[in-house]
């Protein structure tokens, strides 16, 4: 998994850009609130990634802070929602205004975005709700506590992405993470101690 990359813009045209990293072009795709953050051409920028496999290409996406990619990888889990829709919510939404008609279950808003219909609204409302309670510092008020909990939502979520790797069905995974409090643990003891107790 490529999860981060620190290298030169060479090209830029939204969403699209490619950093060179020691001579290796990497293609990427930003959402826009990443996109409108970016330095000039030719200056050096570090970028969150997350890598998509599919059977017929390999997609990296880009994102200038981990809550943002942290939300992208949250919105991929719900039904219907691909990795394109996910980039086009977060250029039409910042996290925190994303989390917070989440959390006050405001559909009209989400409507709004683009792509995003009235059933597509109400399962994000759903759908993200639980994710969003457990970090709702971290997606949104209060910015002490919102990196430490930044940190424990990405340990849980990389988490249960090698689970996944492992062959747990992503559900799965997420059940074993509930069974016990995960709060101030790496990924690496949270895995260990989800496969201990399963």
Request: charge should be negative; glycine fraction near 8%; aromatic fraction near 6%.
């Amino acid at each position: 998994m490529i999860g981060r990359l620190r290298g030169i813009i060479i090209e830029k045209q939204a969403p699209d850009l490619v950093l060179d990293v020691n001579g290796v072009g990497y293609e990427l795709s930003a959402p826009m609130s990443t996109f409108f953050s970016l330095p000039a051409l030719n200056d050096e920028v570090t970028l969150f990634t997350h890598l998509v496999v599919r059977e017929d290409a390999q997609l990296l996406y880009a994102f200038a802070t981990e809550r943002e990619r942290l939300l992208f990888r949250s919105l991929l889990k719900v039904n219907g929602v691909g990795a394109k829709l996910a980039l086009t919510i977060l250029s039409g939404s910042d996290v925190d205004t994303f989390a917070r008609s989440v959390q006050e279950g405001d559909a009209a808003s989400l409507t709004r975005l683009p792509g995003v219909g009235k059933k597509t609204a109400e399962r994000l409302i759903i759908e993200m709700r639980d994710r969003l309670k457990d970090a709702s510092s971290a997606m949104g008020l209060d910015s002490v506590v919102s990196s430490a909990l930044s940190v424990a939502a990405g340990a849980k979520t990389e988490a249960v992405e090698a689970l996944v790797a492992l062959g747990y069905k992503s559900a799965e995974a997420e059940k074993m993470l509930k069974s016990f409090d995960s709060d101030g643990m790496s990924t690496e003891q949270i895995i260990r101690q989800a496969l201990q107790r399963n």
